[in-house]
């Protein structure tokens, strides 16, 4: 059913399959928020068990907690839930550091599977803690970094590759590049594919098992909602398990911890990728982020993050039209993450003007207003609202205003 | 003074300077914590400003509380705080990631700096994760790791080491070892020191501009009392900032994390030692933690863990005699932290004996009891009552009792 109207954005919102699950949110009034890939949005139960697990399990029960509230198990027990949103068997994901520490950790993993090959492929443009980890890995193991520039990724690959490590989703543009085919092409070379799903994991229908991926990180604080700076997630295939070494061997990831022994003896599988003690804190609200996820099927989430994203260009084609405003995200649905991002001459106050209504999306340098959709809690009604609001910032020229917040740190 | 009597033990806690800080813990009734060096006490500040960050900063404010709350800054805040309590400059300490991972990327800082040198010296009964991360980098930078086992670690040190890494107090025994000494022994070969302060920072007068050291890690949720999983701390002296080059370069240790340049330029000195996003509900917990501290000069912290332990290896030596029970930590004040460990071979229930009582100390493999004076929360009376209840166990036979739990994980 296309949308026109308002009252066509709601009844659509009713039959949702996906409604009761925003209820598992606790969203702000006032705000339609379109930054969730940035910063999910609290799990409506996040409050009560945070409580519980500082003043009981912390204030009251200390260390007794580790065994007794389970937080040793912890992040076998989250990355068993991000398991199955991406893909991949429950035996295959830990949850430890952040994207950045994993990326590292397994960078250097697939180079030792891969001795004799000399070249880490990865993109320009990508993320650029995975640029700086790359060449930092390159230049520890004495490979060489070869960065893409827009051009194909395929073609970039040859007999030399050892690896090959993209994000499915393009942070700036939204663009969402072919798992299936990438990884396919990286093995008819012998390469190893790894995938950053910073921004993909509980957006889209996230299949590693199918594309046989061999290696993948991403962050738990984004559509997976696991709070501020929640701790990562990093897969390897299973059949990748036996030559496993990490260069961050803690005693968390040894097979038997409380051994202390002097000698490492890697846990089983990606056991061996947890390195220090966890941030219980974080990684607890990270296990409600994924726990609102129960029950939905990344299929379904996948379908309605299209849907979003669809009718917030066709209504900004049809309603914002003359403002100067060029959509840089891909038209086609398939070819698109959850995001969808324009280009502006005056990026930066135009979505200082949102902010200041109430709607909030983010600039990325040079010139971009990116807005995320989080299917888990986004309606066609806000969507609707955004445009609605998005319009009569251009048509009055708000974002002129120079009371508008100047350039910070906004993310 | 000397306590002969419970009496005097509560006399002496009436006329402790630090009885003010007791009052910023929340601690649980009927429960004497002698595991504070495991994980630390609840701060009796944190349950309601974690309150107001999860369903307020976070809720409420969502992506706004990076620069509204200042969580950007927590790092650094928090940094601060610690630099004091171990003598070192605000600028000389970065608050980050785990221990482990800090003391990855230090060690392959150190060898960056001494690049001719192929020799990391490390104790072989050092803290497990520093003896493996060391073994990691030895073989990700060509280097060779030389474990010290039992030995002198001066005398280990010649012209071909680059880094001299130790814990200043063995976590098994509580043996302190002379920073200064040892850093200077270092420097004398032209080697680097670097010191683990996990179980120091909080509860030792450290001084390492005064000792010259030259890097340092340590653990956020020991005596800091960050919480379960803290996020830990980096040193690197002033003098070695211009030469400093992380493995671990992230986005949040770039100069400008929001210009998102394929480019690393890093932050100034430990600046860089950010890598990706922090934990920050973890982080704002372990600010809490260091809050503790405000006002408290780590000189009375050590007095009054040395007059702990003191008495509590008096009491034990009067009262719990006959038992088998063996002194591990050394006698001499001034060569133990705030530590005592004694020896029995039925180290594991005996613990355990003591915990059904309230009396909350670890075991650590194969037959060590370990009990931690957090001197900002422990009390003469406490040490009294303790040692009280390890006499009645062990003249009860208490740890022979089979239906104490048995061997689990328990720290």
């Known amino acids: 059913m296309r949308i026109e109207t308002r009252a066509q954005a709601t009844q659509r919102d009713e039959t949702d399959e996906l409604a009761p699950v925003r209820e598992r949110y606790a969203l702000p009034d006032g705000v339609i928020y379109l930054d969730g890939n940035s910063l999910g949005a609290l799990p409506a139960a996040a409050p009560a068990r945070l409580a519980h697990v500082v003043s009981h399990e912390w204030g009251q029960r200390l260390i007794r907690s580790w065994d007794e509230a389970e937080w040793f198990t912890a992040p076998a027990r989250v990355a068993g839930r991000i398991a199955r949103l ?49 060449r930092s890995v390159a230049e520890l193991l004495g490979r060489r970094l070869r960065l893409l520039d827009g051009q194909d990724p395929v073609a970039a690959l040859d007999r030399d590759t050892a690896l090959l490590a993209l994000s499915e989703v393009d942070f700036r543009t939204g663009a969402r590049r072919d798992v299936h085919a990438v990884t396919r092409a990286a093995h008819d070379v012998g390469a190893l594919a790894l995938w950053d799903l910073s921004h993909s994991a509980g957006a889209l229908d996230v299949d590693l098992a199918g594309a046989t991926a061999d290696m993948a990180v991403g962050c738990g604080y984004k559509y997976l909602a696991g709070g501020p700076g929640a701790p990562a997630f990093a897969m390897v295939a299973r059949r990748h398990h036996e030559g496993l070494q990490t ?38 609200a990270l296990e409600e982020g994924v726990a609102t996820f129960e029950g939905v099927a990344p299929g379904v989430l996948r379908q309605k993050g299209s849907a979003l994203t669809q009718l917030f260009i066709e209504l900004v084609d049809a309603r914002c039209s003359g403002h100067g405003l060029r959509l840089v995200s891909p038209r086609e649905a398939s070819r698109r993450g959850s995001q969808v991002s324009v280009r502006h001459p005056a990026a930066y106050p135009l979505v200082q003007a949102l902010i200041r209504r109430g709607v909030i999306g983010d600039f990325r340098e040079p010139d971009i207003a990116r807005f995320g959709f989080a ?19 251009l048509a009055a020229a708000e974002h002129a205003d120079p009371e508008l917040p100047r350039r910070g740190t906004v993310t």
């Not at 260069?247 to 490492?264: I, V």
């Open 86 to 134: 991406i893909g991949a068997g429950p035996d295959e994901v830990a949850v430890a550091d952040s994207t950045s520490v994993n990326l590292f950790k397994l960078l250097v993993a697939a180079c030792r599977l891969r001795p004799d090959r000399p070249v880490i492929v990865m993109h320009r443009h990508d993320f650029p803690t995975d640029v700086y980890i790359g």
């Open 247 to 284: 260069p961050l061997p803690g005693w968390m990831g040894h097979a038997d911890p409380f051994a202390m022994s002097p000698e490492h003896v890697p846990g089983p599988g990606v056991a061996q990728l947890a390195a220090g003690t966890p941030p219980v804190l974080s990684l607890l």
């Open 375 to 393: 299917p888990a809690y986004l309606r066609f009604a806000d969507v609707w609202d955004a445009v609605e609001h998005l319009r009569a910032v």
